[in-house]
């Protein structure tokens, strides 16, 4: 069968379902393909269905204790085939055969950038070195995780807050007083001759802006967040966006703690598991989440060809508390780097945790006030009018 862009499409049948393996070089992972009359399909690619998180833990945990078991690597794979994500699963499939073809787990893994990053491919590539990859793997399950309870803390952290806001917003594009009451209410109050007082006045000319071009704001909103996310995205924009999420008030030093107990873990489970300084260096400043640590470390990579440290580079760069570089300088200085990094890490999630904990605290009290003040202002610019009178 050939599309309108000459491209093969290549199928199979599975229990009686047309699955999709290829179009081109385009892979996709089809969960059902229906007719809707002959010879024609829908096409699910694999965006439908993302590999979770949680999907990742539950395999590399599996994933270990088979190999821990004693089992091959292609018995553990073929067993392991049998997932729910089906994403996932095609792409076990893919590295199951190319073991079967020769390749080491670090290479197959590597092809799949999207599921596995390449923190955890220089992991697996030290666990195949050392002959300790179960361990290895269970390491990666553990990381994965704790990256997994802090990103539901912070989830948690957000939800309370973005529902109100999300909550006041309908609540003032839908108030049917708004809409409806308060312009025959001025009516009724111009009859008696009387000017508005200037908060009654901004609510009425809002109201019938709104009511009259309601799209318009819509459509400006759009674009400032189409602005915004385009110009995080360039250079520039990343890094000065990256500068604002360390300083802002109350949420900086959250992003602060977040980011170095990540790079801290992340850089303690890669030389414990035997990655060399430099490599660990440079894998784990990707997985920082902001530009500005992660050009912190980077310069610290190519100071520690020099001074064979990372803690002064990581002290100049002004980033870094002076609490983490002089850890890290005791680290270096016994021999116990790694061990030093992992248990700062910890350190460091419980601050985490405690900073979101105070932060919901406060939160909550300041929404309700929120909420308050807004209605407030709704009631008093209704009725300021008669007051006046």
Not at 174 to 189: A, H, I, K, S, Y
Not at 321 to 337: A, D, F, H, Y
Request: proline share 4%.
């Amino acid at each position: 069968m050939v599309y309108p862009n000459q491209v093969r499409l290549y199928h199979r049948v599975v229990d009686k379902e047309i699955r999709i393996i290829a179009i081109g070089n385009r892979k996709f992972n089809i969960i059902k393909i229906l007719f809707l009359k002959w010879g024609e399909y829908i096409i699910m690619p694999t965006f439908f269905q993302r590999v979770k998180l949680r999907d990742l833990i539950i395999f590399y945990r599996q994933f270990a204790t088979m190999v821990d078991a004693g089992l091959t690597l292609v018995d553990s794979l073929d067993i392991l085939i049998e997932q729910e994500n089906k994403t996932l699963s095609n792409v076990i499939r893919t590295i199951k055969s190319d073991i079967e073809g020769g390749s080491i787990l670090a290479d197959a893994c590597s092809k799949h950038p999207r599921v596995f990053s390449e923190l955890y491919i220089s992991m697996i590539r030290a666990g195949e070195i050392s002959g300790a990859l179960g361990e290895i793997l269970n390491k990666i399950s553990d990381l994965l995780e704790k990256e997994y309870a802090l990103r539901q803390k912070i989830k948690a952290a957000m939800a309370y807050p973005t529902f109100i806001i999300i909550a006041v917003v309908i609540m003032v594009i839908f108030d049917v007083n708004l809409t409806f009451l308060l312009p025959e209410f001025v009516g009724t109050f111009a009859q008696f001759s009387g000017k508005l007082p200037a908060l009654t006045n901004f609510l009425v000319v809002f109201t019938k802006l709104f009511n009259k071009y309601w799209y318009l704001f819509f459509v400006t909103f759009a674009a400032i967040v189409f602005v915004f996310l385009t110009y995080i995205r360039t250079p520039n924009g990343k890094m000065n966006f990256d500068k604002f999420k360390l300083n802002a008030p109350i949420i900086g030093g959250i992003n602060r703690k977040t980011a170095i107990a990540r790079f801290t873990r992340m850089l303690g489970t890669l030389i414990k598991s035997g990655v060399p300084i430099l490599e660990a260096l440079d894998v784990s400043s990707n997985t920082i989440g902001n530009l500005v640590i992660t050009l912190a470390v980077a310069n610290a990579k190519i100071k520690f060809k020099e001074q064979l440290s990372i803690s002064g580079p990581l002290a100049a760069s002004g980033v870094f508390p002076p609490m983490v570089t002089q850890m890290i300088m005791v680290g270096e200085e016994s021999g116990e780097l790694e061990e030093m990094l992992i248990n700062f890490s910890e350190y460091y999630d419980q601050e985490v945790d405690r900073s979101l904990e105070r932060l919901t605290s406060i939160i909550k009290p300041l929404m309700i006030a929120f909420i308050g003040l807004i209605v407030g202002i709704m009631i008093i610019a209704r009725y300021l009018p008669i007051f006046n009178m």
